[in-house]
């Protein structure tokens, strides 16, 4: 049985004096290892968040980098996704196709949006399916140690109330260790109708970057890196990969509650 746990040590942060040097050093990040997957296995499967974070790639779709990745090797997910149409200004797949993916030349049967004419329950059951389906392709591998999909990056924001994906302080589906996907009506942040990853395909991943800017969600920053121990932590804190690599990529601002937030 897979469950989200706490970390037993600090995990790696790097925080920044501004959102432009923290984009710079993200777009890096990204690129090399779209380089190092591509290079061990042809492929590079990416899962993206909504909210800030895709602004914060923007770099990726300029030089040297739009001109250097291999993009018709990328395959693209969602960490989590409204119940709307992919037109709605509530999307977080209208918010990447217009910020990001629109700019690259990524194959459009490599880009995995949810079925949006469907129910809650219906659409996370069909996105769980595809997985499942790039499972037996072998575009996604399963994690030896708990047979969740391990994705190759899975790039994070964070809300003020230190949710992650749409996985919310407080709420039963943080506890979720059977499903891949599953589904919330009635998020306390609208759209109440949502999909997310649960955190044992979260934890699976090989690499995440967790990207945080602006002075409110310093405390939420705190609560997530402090030495504290709670019974209760924030999703947030939760972020733990099982066999992989965190790194916070925080600004000043984001990390000003920190003791350690020397930045770059």
Not at 12 to 25: A, T
Not at 88 to 96: C, E, G, Q, V
Not at 179 to 204: A, G
Not at 205 to 234: F, M, R, W
Request: charged letters at 25%.
């Amino acid at each position: 049985m897979a469950e989200a746990s706490i970390r037993s040590e600090k995990p790696k942060h790097i925080v920044f004096k501004g959102e432009e040097e923290l984009s710079k050093s993200l777009a890096k990040y990204t690129a090399d290892l779209s380089e190092k997957f591509v290079r061990e296995r042809g492929a590079f499967t990416v899962v993206l968040s909504g909210g800030s974070l895709i602004k914060s790639l923007r770099k990726l779709v300029e030089p040297p980098y739009v001109d250097s990745i291999e993009w018709a090797r990328w395959h693209v997910f969602w960490v989590d996704e409204r119940v709307v149409k992919k037109d709605h200004p509530d999307s977080n797949y209208k918010l990447a196709f217009d910020g990001f993916l629109s700019k690259v030349p990524i194959p459009p049967g490599h880009v995995y949006a949810i079925n949006d004419a469907l129910s809650p329950e219906g659409a996370a059951d069909d996105y769980e399916a595809c997985l499942r389906q790039l499972v037996k392709t072998e575009v996604l591998k399963l994690s030896k140690d708990n047979g969740f999909p391990k994705f190759d990056l899975m790039l994070l924001g964070m809300g003020p109330d230190g949710h992650v994906a749409s996985l919310f302080p407080g709420h039963p589906l943080v506890k979720e260790n059977q499903r891949w996907v599953t589904f919330i009506k009635e998020s306390p942040k609208p759209p109440p109708q949502r999909i997310t990853f649960t955190f044992p395909v979260i934890n699976s991943s090989s690499y995440i970057a967790q990207v945080v800017c602006g002075s409110n969600k310093a405390a939420a920053v705190h609560n997530a890196l402090g030495t504290e121990k709670t019974s209760d932590p924030l999703p947030a804190a939760m972020v733990n990969p099982r066999d992989g690599e965190l790194t916070w990529f925080l600004d000043e601002a984001a990390a000003s509650l920190l003791q350690d937030k020397a930045s770059l």
